[in-house]
């Protein structure tokens, strides 16, 4: 009893010590991250396992298209405001144009839907200020234009209806507003800026209030240091949030702490839910995530959000997107596509293809995607592994065939392969043979020709006698 006191007593100081190193680095904060680790609850269980998301840009930076008098703008179509080649009250009376007579939700809605998409991301407002809801906290909205009517309620509505859950983006900063600044500098700055703090939570007040059915909000515009100073305006304003919406999910883009770090705070803990940092980028390796849930957002052309004419430079495939939404959801993220609606209200014709060639595969293939999480396996050369929650089932997704037919899979030691098949072929089972202990060969043939196909592995623990029913290396 003795020793077992001892070595007690040596834990518990092992465990303080480190614990006060931990916090000893560690400085005060009020203003930064209030909760570490990735959340448990309900709602954001759903939203990890998402996999695939639709990105919707849409305002008036559609119609004009990324064009002015017949002059291309050159930067993402949603900015031509900023460009000097247009007076910022030529782009304002734009709003005067606004009559998306094509503008059909249900269809937006599906054409999600069939992409496989498990939810929407849609602009309530952009950097331009344009408001697609009617809100009563500035005229520059939908009801005073020729369409007048809300747009964000028929979007949430129909999203609602083909069962996608509803993100709202919205963009603190607002080109339209008197009261915004870069930053603040004088005494009359500070006195505008706290309009539009008043005039911003009003704002955000109201889309929750109008649209209860959102799961959340993402956050743009935030990276300015007129905001970026705002770290406890930000701090109360989004506990205001989450009291008035339980279990609303908010990403890192939305607020800074006190030093004015944004994304993770001084002490490097994430803010808010999620990573919202993968803008048209995707992690390398499951170290660039720290442990974290994340999004990749991404557009089809390099750098358009918003509708531009010129379908111009390099246009992704709907293989490169398969690949993109594969990646992410390998590394425990979710890849949430852009789609930039015309002035009009119609999708384009580019888009909806794309759309459907992605629909097509997921309709076969959504299984290694859906509620899967990063496999903790070591990636291979044909393409990625993704693990399906609280499940021994590991799917390799192929993008790279091997002339030798043979697919690498490494397993831990204590894990052993119960079964290994096509996903589109169940009954038939694929040929595995142990190269090294723990490391395997899978022969399989390409289902379909230059479309990324998956094999499925069920595993299970190794019993002693190895527990592997298949042929060892001769
Ligand atoms: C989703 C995109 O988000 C934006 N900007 O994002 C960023 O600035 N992203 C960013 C910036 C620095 C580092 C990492 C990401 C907007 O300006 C753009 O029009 C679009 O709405």
Redesign the pocket.
């Known amino acids: 009893p003795i020793k077992r006191f001892i070595a007690l007593q040596l834990l518990f100081i092992l465990i303080a010590s480190t614990t006060y190193a931990q916090n000893a680095e560690r400085i005060k904060l009020k203003h930064g991250s209030h909760r570490e680790g990735k959340r448990t609850d309900s709602v954001m269980q759903k939203w990890r396992g998402n996999g695939l998301g639709q990105f919707i ?1 849409w305002g008036l930076y559609a119609i004009p298209g990324g064009e002015w008098n017949g002059k291309q703008y050159n930067g ?1 179509a ?2 031509i405001r900023s460009w000097n080649g247009i007076p910022k009250s030529a782009y304002d009376s734009l709003i005067y144009k606004f009559n998306p007579i094509n503008f059909n939700a249900d269809e937006w809605a599906s054409i999600a839907k069939n992409m496989g998409a498990k939810y929407v991301t849609i602009t309530t407002k ?2 331009d200020g344009f408001c697609l809801w009617p809100s009563k906290y500035t005229s520059y909205t939908v009801a005073n234009s020729p369409w007048k009517k809300d747009i964000m309620k028929p979007l949430v509505d129909a999203y609602d209806k083909a069962g996608l859950d509803v993100i709202l983006y919205f963009s603190i900063m607002d080109w339209n507003h008197p009261g915004w600044r870069y930053d603040i500098k004088t005494k009359a700055d500070s006195i505008a800026f706290e309009g539009f703090k008043k005039f911003t939570r009003n704002q955000l007040i109201e889309l929750l209030t109008m649209y209860p059915k959102a799961k959340g909000l993402w956050f ?1 515009g935030t ?1 300015d240091k007129s905001w970026v100073k705002q770290a406890k305006f930000a701090d109360e304003l989004e506990a205001e949030m989450r009291k008035l919406r339980p279990g609303l999910i908010i990403g890192s883009r939305f607020r800074a702490d006190e030093y004015g770090k944004r994304h993770f705070d001084s002490n490097n803990v994430l803010m808010g839910d999620y990573e919202q ?1 993968w ?1 048209r980028k995707l992690p390398n390796s499951i170290a660039d995530v720290h442990g974290n849930d994340w999004d990749c ?1 991404m557009t089809i052309p390099e750098n358009q ?1 918003g509708y531009n004419k010129a379908w111009k430079g390099h246009i992704k495939s709907s293989n490169e997107l398969i690949e993109m939404t594969a990646k992410a959801v390998s590394l425990g993220g979710n890849f949430v596509l852009n789609f930039g609606p015309k002035g009009d209200g119609s999708i384009r014709d580019e888009e909806k293809k794309l759309a459907s060639e992605i629909g097509d595969w997921m309709k076969v293939n959504s299984e290694a995607i859906y509620n899967c999480e990063y496999s903790g396996l070591e990636k291979q050369d044909w393409g990625y592994f993704t693990k399906k929650r609280e499940k021994d089932k590991v799917y390799l997704i192929i993008f790279n065939t091997p002339v030798s037919g043979a697919y690498r899979v490494k397993l831990p030691a204590k894990t052993a392969i119960a079964k290994s098949y096509l996903l589109t072929n169940p009954n038939m089972d694929l040929r595995v043979e142990e190269v090294h202990s723990n490391e395997y060969f899978i022969y399989a043939k390409p289902t379909t020709e230059a479309k990324p196909f998956v094999i499925v592995l069920d595993t299970k623990k190794k019993e002693n006698n190895g527990g592997n029913n298949y042929e060892k290396a001769k």
Do not use: R
């Open positions: 840009h993402a949603e900015w952009h950097h743009d990276w940092g803008e957002v959000w």
